[in-house]
C-alpha cells in the first residue's frame, strides 16, 4: 500500500513566524480602555490645600470628567458616596472609568463646597491666609469605601496573576508534550489525536503573564509546525482539515471586510484586535491557498488600521488647534493691566472681559493630554492673579468706607445725643460744627448711607425745631412732669419701706414710666433726679447684695474644688479675676465720664442717662462681687501657706 501522505506538502500552522512579523497590528497613540494603569484610582484624592480654586472665578470643567449619555449625574456627595458603597457590595470592585469618574466628580464637588466656605468667611471680614478647611465627614466615607474598593480591586488582581502564572506552566506543559511527540513521523501520526486535544485546551487556556506572552506563543507555533511538517496522515483527513480552516478564516475575513462599513471607528479596531486573536487559533489551510488567504485578511485589516490612525490623527489635529486657541485666551487674559485702576467701573469692565474668556474656554474641547493640565493651571493662574488683585482694591476701598462709616457714626451719635438739649447757643455752635465735619468725610458703603444721612439730619432737624418753638408751653408742661416724677419718687420710698414685699419688677415698672415723662423745670432738675437716684439706689442696692451673697456663696463652694488641684490653680484664678476687676474699673470710669458729658434735658437724654445710670450700677456690683472673689482666695492661698509651715513645726 502507498503511503499517499508522504507526497502532500506539509500543511500550514495558524500563522508562520514569517505572517506573524507581517501581521498589521493595530496602532493608536491614545490608550484603550484594556491598556489603561489604574493609577487615577489608586492615588490619594488631592485636598484643596494642594489645589487651589480661581477665586470670585466660576468653575472651570476642563478636567472634569467625559460621560456619556448613560452616566447617571450626581448632584451632591451623599450620592456619589452611596453609589461607591454600592460598588463596595459587589464581588468585582467596580469598573476602573467609573470609578475614576466618581473620583472626579466628588472631589469637583468637594472643592466647590470649600471655596463656598472660604468665600464666606471672606466676606464675613477674615483673611484668605487664616481660612482653614474643616474635616468632611463624607471626605472620609468616601476614601474608606474607595480604600475597601482599592483593595478588593488589589485581590482580584493578585488573584489574577496568580491565574496567569498557572496558565503559564499549563501552557508550557502543552509545548513540552507536543516537543515530545515531534521527534519523528511515527511518533505525530501515533499522537495526532492527542496533539488535536492539545490544541483544543490550549484555546481554552486563559492569558499569560504579559512579559511570557511572545515567548510562550512563537515556542508553540514552532512545535505545532515542526509535529505538522512530521505528519503523515491520509490526504482525505489533511483535506477535510485544511477545508475546515479555510471556511474558518473566510468567515474571519468576511467579518473583518464588514468593519469597513463600521461608523464606530474605535469600536471597529477594538474587534478587529479580537478577529485577529481568533485568526491565530485557526488551524492551516492548503499551502497554494496560504498566501492568498493570508493578503485578504491583512488587507481587510490594513483598512481598518488606516482609519484608526487617521481618527487619532485628526484627533491630535483637533488637540493642537483647542491648545493654540487656550494660549490665545491665557494670553488675552495675561495681557489685562490693572495696577493703575482707580474705580469699580473700571473693574467691572475688566471683569466682563475675564468672565468672557472664560466662557469662551468652556466651548474648546481638550488639548493633548500632556498639555492640558499644563494650559489649564497657566489659565487658572491667570484668572487668580486678576481677581486676587480686584478683591485686594474692593478690600482696601471697603476699609476706607469702613473708616469713613465709623466716622459719622459717631457724628450722628453726638448729634441724636444733643438733639433734645436745651442749651440753645452751645448746642447751635456744636450741631454746625458737627455739619461742617460731615462734608469733609468720604463715601460710605451705599447700604449705610441714607440710613445715616436720615438719622443725621433727623437730629439736627429736632433740636432747631425745638429751639424754633422757644418756650411757649414749656412751662406748664414741665410742672405736670415735676408733679408726675414727685409721684414715682414716692412710690420708690414707699417700696424701699418695705422692702420685704418689694420686687424687681416694681421698681422697673416705675422706672420705665419715669422715663417716659417729659422735661422738669431746670431749678428742679438736680434735686429731683438726685431723689430720685437716691431711692432707686437703695432698693437696687437691697436686690443687689441678696444676689450678691449667693454669687460668693457658690463661689466658695466651687473653690473647695479648686483646692485640690494646688496652689497654682489659685494662684491662676486670682490672677484672672485682678484682671477683669482691672477691666470693670476702667468700665466704670468710662460710664462715669460719659455722664459727666451727656446732657439730660430731653426726654431721649433722661433715657440715654437712666441706661448708662443702670449699666454703672451693674458694674458697680460687679466690681464688689469680683472684690470679696479675690479676698476669698487671696485667704485661702494664706492658709495652705500657713498649713505645711505649721505641719513641720509639729514635726
Not at 490623527?313 to 487656550?326: F, V, W
Not at 462709616?405 to 447757643?425: D, F, M, N, P, Y
Request: proline content about 3%; some cysteine; glycine content about 2%.
Amino acid at each position: 500500500m502507498t503511503e499517499t501522505n508522504e507526497l502532500q506538502p506539509a500543511p500550514e500552522v495558524e500563522a508562520t513566524a514569517a505572517e506573524l512579523q507581517e501581521m498589521p497590528v493595530p496602532t493608536a497613540e491614545t490608550p484603550t480602555a484594556e491598556t489603561t494603569t489604574e493609577a487615577s484610582i489608586e492615588e490619594e484624592a488631592p485636598t484643596v490645600e494642594e489645589t487651589p480654586a480661581i477665586e470670585d472665578t466660576p468653575a472651570l470643567e476642563d478636567d472634569a470628567p467625559v460621560a456619556d449619555e448613560a452616566t447617571p449625574l450626581y448632584e451632591t456627595k451623599a450620592q456619589v458616596v452611596e453609589r461607591l458603597r454600592a460598588i463596595e457590595a459587589t464581588e468585582t470592585g467596580g469598573d476602573k472609568g467609573e470609578l475614576d469618574l466618581l473620583k472626579q466628580v466628588f472631589y469637583k464637588l468637594h472643592r466647590a463646597d470649600q471655596l463656598a466656605s472660604r468665600t464666606a468667611f471672606i466676606e464675613a471680614g477674615g483673611k484668605p491666609e487664616d481660612w482653614k478647611a474643616g474635616v468632611d465627614p463624607e471626605e472620609e466615607n468616601f476614601k474608606a469605601a474607595l480604600a475597601s474598593i482599592r483593595a478588593r480591586r488589589a485581590a482580584l488582581a493578585e488573584e489574577a496573576e496568580r491565574k496567569k502564572a498557572e496558565n503559564f506552566e499549563r501552557k508550557q506543559a502543552i509545548i513540552d508534550r507536543i516537543k515530545e511527540m515531534a521527534t519523528s513521523p511515527e511518533e505525530a501520526n501515533a499522537h495526532f489525536d492527542e496533539f488535536k486535544r492539545l490544541q483544543a485546551e490550549w484555546r481554552e487556556i486563559g492569558a499569560v503573564p504579559p512579559e511570557r506572552a511572545t515567548e510562550t506563543w512563537k515556542n508553540y507555533q514552532l512545535y505545532v509546525e515542526k509535529f505538522y511538517d512530521l505528519l503523515k496522515l491520509n490526504s482525505e483527513a489533511r483535506e477535510y482539515d485544511f477545508k475546515k480552516n479555510l471556511e474558518a478564516k473566510e468567515q474571519l475575513i468576511a467579518q473583518a471586510e464588514a468593519l469597513a462599513e463600521e461608523t464606530d471607528i474605535v469600536a471597529a479596531f477594538n474587534k478587529l484586535q479580537h478577529l485577529h486573536a481568533e485568526y491565530k487559533e485557526v488551524g492551516p489551510v492548503a499551502k497554494d491557498l496560504r498566501d492568498q488567504i493570508w493578503e485578504r485578511f491583512k488587507a481587510a485589516s490594513t483598512i481598518i488600521n488606516k482609519r484608526h490612525q487617521e481618527h487619532f490623527e485628526a484627533i491630535k489635529a483637533n488637540e493642537e488647534e483647542n491648545l493654540q486657541k487656550k494660549e490665545v485666551l491665557c494670553e488675552r487674559v495675561e495681557a489685562i493691566k490693572y495696577d493703575n485702576i482707580t474705580s469699580f467701573q473700571q473693574w467691572d469692565e475688566l471683569t466682563k472681559q475675564v468672565l468672557e474668556a472664560q466662557a469662551e474656554w468652556k466651548t474648546i474641547g481638550f488639548a493633548n493630554h500632556k498639555q492640558n493640565a499644563i494650559i489649564f493651571d497657566r489659565f487658572r493662574a491667570a484668572c487668580d492673579r486678576f481677581f486676587t488683585a480686584k478683591a485686594d482694591y474692593y478690600r482696601s476701598v471697603k476699609d476706607e468706607q469702613n473708616a469713613n462709616l465709623e466716622a459719622k457714626r459717631k457724628l450722628v451719635e453726638e448729634a441724636e445725643a444733643l438733639q433734645g438739649s436745651t442749651e440753645w447757643r452751645k448746642t447751635s455752635d456744636r450741631l454746625i460744627e458737627l455739619q461742617k465735619t460731615w462734608k469733609t468725610i468720604g463715601a460710605v458703603p451705599r447700604k449705610y448711607s441714607e440710613q445715616l444721612w436720615k438719622r443725621f439730619t433727623t437730629a439736627c432737624d429736632t433740636f432747631f425745631e425745638a429751639k424754633n418753638a422757644q418756650h411757649s408751653e414749656q412751662r406748664t408742661a414741665e410742672r405736670e412732669n415735676l408733679a408726675a416724677k414727685q409721684g414715682i419718687i414716692e412710690q420708690l420710698k414707699a417700696l424701699a419701706e418695705d422692702k420685704a414685699n418689694a420686687t424687681m419688677e416694681q421698681v422697673k415698672e416705675l422706672q420705665a414710666k419715669w422715663n417716659e415723662i417729659g422735661h422738669v423745670p431746670f431749678r428742679d432738675k438736680d434735686r429731683l433726679y438726685a431723689e430720685y437716684r437716691a431711692a432707686a439706689d437703695e432698693l437696687y442696692k437691697h436686690f443687689g447684695a441678696t444676689q450678691t451673697r449667693r454669687r460668693i456663696e457658690n463661689f466658695q463652694k466651687n473653690l473647695k474644688q479648686a483646692v485640690a488641684k494646688g496652689e497654682s490653680t489659685l494662684g491662676r484664678e486670682r490672677e484672672r479675676l485682678q484682671r477683669v476687676f482691672e477691666t470693670r474699673k476702667a468700665e466704670i470710669q468710662t460710664y462715669e465720664n460719659n455722664l459727666n458729658f451727656l446732657n439730660a434735658k430731653s426726654k431721649s437724654g433722661n433715657s440715654l442717662v437712666a441706661e448708662m445710670n443702670r449699666k454703672l450700677e451693674k458694674a458697680r456690683e460687679e466690681l464688689a462681687v469680683l472684690s470679696e472673689k479675690i479676698k476669698t482666695i487671696t485667704t485661702e492661698m494664706r492658709a495652705n501657706a500657713a498649713q505645711p509651715a505649721q505641719e513641720k513645726s509639729e514635726e
